[in-house]
């Protein structure tokens, strides 16, 4: 069974710059989860998906992140203008629904922004 | 809101040595609670998980997990280690019905010495 797909692997960008990365789930899996993770901290969760709508986006600074999930498969996280303090690790996640359910990452996408 | 604590950043033992790390939570009704593992170089995964039943949960390559709802705490074991349980353990949390959010620690990075 292949596994949680995210690219690019790594990105450096300046600030104020753009930056998108990509997620593919698990097959079937109906909902995927956007983290972000800065060193020395736990993950945090962006964004939750189930399908194609939003469960959970209380964490997102909307102001210069966004995401989409358009056909409730692949997603993409976009972050416009990147601020120094965006330099993390974004993990994306997916998962059968439900809140005991196990969920599954990706390798991450390592950002810095310069 | 909810919040995870794990007691230790980093924690160094040898070989044989048994295994306690901490964690604490702060949400007064039902939660599912995960301990989840990130080996070097390897994606996040799942080392066990409680949501009903035993309190006392085991998980892959000899580990175990006690669930004591009077203590809000979740707190990970193992009689042993190896060389190759070192690594970065998070604790998480999400809510038993309803909401679906899951909350991490901020991990605790242990070393195991041969």
């Known amino acids: 069974e292949a596994g949680v797909a995210q690219s690019p692997r790594y990105k450096i960008i300046e600030k104020r710059q753009s930056v998108a990365f990509w997620c593919n789930p698990i097959?079937?899996?109906?909902?995927l989860y956007w983290y972000q993770q800065i060193l020395g901290q736990g993950p945090k969760l962006l964004i939750q998906f189930q399908n194609n709508g939003v469960v959970d986006d209380s964490q997102l600074p909307k102001d210069r992140f966004s995401a989409e999930r358009l056909k409730g498969v692949d997603s993409t996280l976009k972050i416009q203008p990147a601020k120094l303090e965006d330099s993390a690790v974004y993990l994306c996640a997916s998962s059968t629904p439900g809140a005991q359910e196990t969920q599954y990452f990706g390798p991450g996408t390592r950002l810095l922004v310069l | 809101a909810q919040s995870v604590s794990q007691h230790n950043h980093h924690v160094i033992l040898s070989e044989a040595a048994s295994l306690e790390l901490g964690c604490n939570y702060s949400y007064g009704g039902t939660v599912n609670l995960f301990w989840y593992v990130q080996y070097p170089g390897q994606h996040l995964q799942l080392l066990l998980k409680?949501?009903?039943?035993?309190?006392l949960v085991k998980g892959i390559k000899g580990f175990e997990a006690e669930f004591i709802k009077s203590k809000f705490s979740f707190n990970l074991r193992k009689p042993s280690v190896q060389w190759s349980d070192t690594a970065e353990y998070f604790c998480?949390?999400?809510?038993?019905?309803?909401?679906?959010?899951?909350?991490f620690g901020a991990g605790t990075r242990l070393f195991v010495k041969a």
């Open positions: 998480a949390v999400s809510e038993g019905t309803g909401g679906f959010k899951t909350i």
């Open positions: 097959s079937g899996h109906a909902t």
């Open positions: 409680y949501f009903s039943g035993d309190p």
